[in-house]
């Protein structure tokens, strides 16, 4: 089981756009459409954004949005806000009850 | 609301066992619908699953942790519990527990997290 590949840093100026990919296998992120998406704030708990590949919870703004293609899952933050600058880690189901997360990605508001 | 709250030793010396409990308020510990997790963070690097209970006791680990992972559900006392073994220095993370939505298999809530060093 290896953590799904992630690139280490993203940016973009406030109000553009920026998207991280996340890639795995077809045992993990092909393999099932179980691809969730986690904000972490510094010295905080990883807070749900995205999961089942493109839905939202409630109380996450639609400017965060999630696909997937084959082993490659994508998460984009449009409009970028100051607010959004953290870390950004994917995660996906791996089959018999097993988990597996991204390296994780710090994305930085110019 | 739900919360869950991660308690234990914040040192662990090398060799011995490193044991956290997670107490859940706001929603029942019973329910089929979730797994209850464990998932740490080393200083300055990435999340890694550990391993989840069902309600019934059925544990589920990273295999490359199986060999010394440990994890219990106490109903009674809504909280559950991880046992790590033969720490090294290796182990030293924050630890978090969180609730997992079983059949979607996302991370819905977490507790703050816990930092456990091991060293002597």
């Known amino acids: 089981q290896s953590a799904l590949t992630q690139p280490p840093s993203a940016s973009g100026s406030p109000g553009q756009s920026v998207t991280i990919s996340c890639t795995g296998t077809?045992?993990?992120?092909?393999?099932?459409?179980?691809v969730s998406w986690y904000q972490q704030n510094p010295g905080k708990a990883p807070r749900l954004i995205i999961y089942e590949v493109s839905k939202w919870p409630s109380g996450v703004p639609d400017r965060f949005s999630g696909s997937k293609s084959g082993n490659t899952a994508s998460l984009t933050v449009s409009g970028l806000q100051a607010e959004d600058e953290a870390d950004y880690y994917c995660s996906s189901y791996a089959g018999n009850n097993e988990y597996v997360f991204g390296t994780g990605t710090k994305v930085t508001v110019l | 609301h739900l919360q869950l709250q991660e308690s234990g030793p914040g040192l662990v010396k090398p060799s011995e066992t490193l044991s956290l409990t997670c107490s859940v308020s706001g929603d029942s510990i019973s329910s089929g619908d979730f797994f209850w997790g464990w998932i740490r963070q080393p200083p300055g690097k990435g999340l890694e699953w550990i391993g989840n209970?069902?309600?019934?006791?059925?544990?589920y680990s990273n295999p490359s942790l199986k060999s010394r992972v440990t994890i219990s559900i106490d109903r009674s006392q809504t909280q559950f519990s991880l046992h790590l073994s033969a720490v090294t220095a290796a182990d030293t993370a924050v630890y978090y527990c969180?609730?997992?939505?079983?059949?979607?298999?996302?991370?819905?809530?977490w507790g703050q997290g816990t930092l456990v060093t091991a060293s002597s």
């Open positions: 209970v069902f309600y019934n006791g059925e544990t």
């Open positions: 969180a609730r997992v939505r079983r059949f979607a298999d996302y991370f819905d809530y």
């Open positions: 077809s045992s993990d992120v092909g393999g099932y459409n179980f």
